[in-house]
Nanobody, 126 residues
Framework: QEQLADSGRGLVQAGGSLRLSCAPSGRTFNRHAIAWFRQTPGKEREFVAAMSWSGLYTKYADSVKGRFTISGDNAKNTVYLQMDNLKLEDTAVYFC???????????????????WGQGTQVTVSS
């Protein structure tokens, strides 16, 4: 069974950068869509970015477009979320997830993803 490990937690000042990593434990990614979501207390899990494992397709939430980049490294079997120009409102627990199909119409819904990482805290300070 695929399990995901997400990492890269950190405290960073507004305007700074941080990179998160996600890798399946012990196996290669065997799903076609890998995504990042984030969540703050009392709020629903929010879509951040997604990519097809082939790397051909990506999608971003409007709130992070132009600042965050999702990418994959096949050799390392790892997906990254590069976060630049971080803002206070980016503070959240970030989760990676993998799902069966990359579909532009549904990729933003957490419901399509079968496997999740444990979450990693990102805190942006002023």
């Amino acid at each position: 069974q695929e399990q995901l490990a997400d990492s890269g937690r950190g405290l960073v000042q507004a305007g700074g950068s941080l990179r998160l990593s996600c890798a399946p434990s012990g196996r290669t990614f065997n799903r076609h869509a890998i995504a990042w979501f984030r969540q703050t207390p009392g709020k629903e899990r929010e879509f951040v970015a997604a990519m097809s494992w082939s790397g051909l397709y990506t999608k971003y939430a409007d709130s992070v477009k132009g600042r965050f980049t999702i990418s994959g490294d096949n050799a390392k079997n790892t997906v990254y979320l590069q976060m630049d120009n971080l803002k206070l409102e980016d503070t959240a627990v970030y989760f990676c997830a993998s799902g069966p199909v990359f579909d532009q119409r549904t990729v933003q819904s957490w419901k399509i993803y079968s496997y999740w990482g444990q979450g990693t805290q990102v805190t942006v300070s002023s």
